[in-house]
């Protein structure tokens, strides 16, 4: 068990009339994506869990309001399969024996974003400002290169050997 250890990344996904505009990279600066972090099992061939949080509007439904607002996500996935996802850069390991089930546990306890603040997906996760600077050069460049689309790219920020 101790070399089986799941993966954990921050992952970014192209955002709507946002991240293929260049004039808006100033105004949003990392958030011109979508960020959230991504766990998958060693030797993965991209099946992995998303967590993040978005903003929801609120929206009307047949039954009511449905209120709007941060909330916290968690979905199992491909890195393949989304239209969306730019590619992940592994930031760590989890510790032997904990899967992304107690992760997801554990950060669905942390406050997601308060509305009207300047809080977003990153501020919720990321505060390393060395890695975010690391892992916006490497997403735009990507995105820019126009490769990304289910390519499932990823790398490791740590240093480790990486398939």
């Not at 954990?8 to 293929?20: K, L, M, P, Q």
């Amino acid at each position: 068990m101790r070399g089986n250890k799941y993966r954990v990344y921050g992952a970014a996904f192209s955002r709507d009339r946002i991240s293929n505009n260049p004039s808006l990279e100033a105004a949003y600066g990392p958030a011109i994506f979508h960020w959230g972090l991504w766990v998958e099992p060693k030797n993965s061939k991209g099946q992995g869990c998303l967590l993040h949080v978005e903003d929801h509007p609120q929206m009307n439904s047949r039954t009511g309001v449905i209120p709007g607002g941060w909330k916290f996500g968690y979905r199992e996935t491909s890195a393949y399969q989304s239209q969306r996802f730019i590619g992940r850069i592994m930031i760590g390991k989890l510790p032997a024996g904990i899967g992304p089930e107690e992760l997801k546990a554990r950060l669905a306890t942390i406050a997601v974003p308060r509305q009207g603040s300047e809080e977003n997906c990153i501020t919720w996760q990321f505060v390393i400002d060395k890695f975010m600077a690391y892992a916006l050069q490497r997403f735009k460049k990507w995105y820019s290169s126009g490769t990304w689309l289910r390519a499932g790219k990823a790398e490791s920020y740590v240093k480790r050997k990486f398939p």
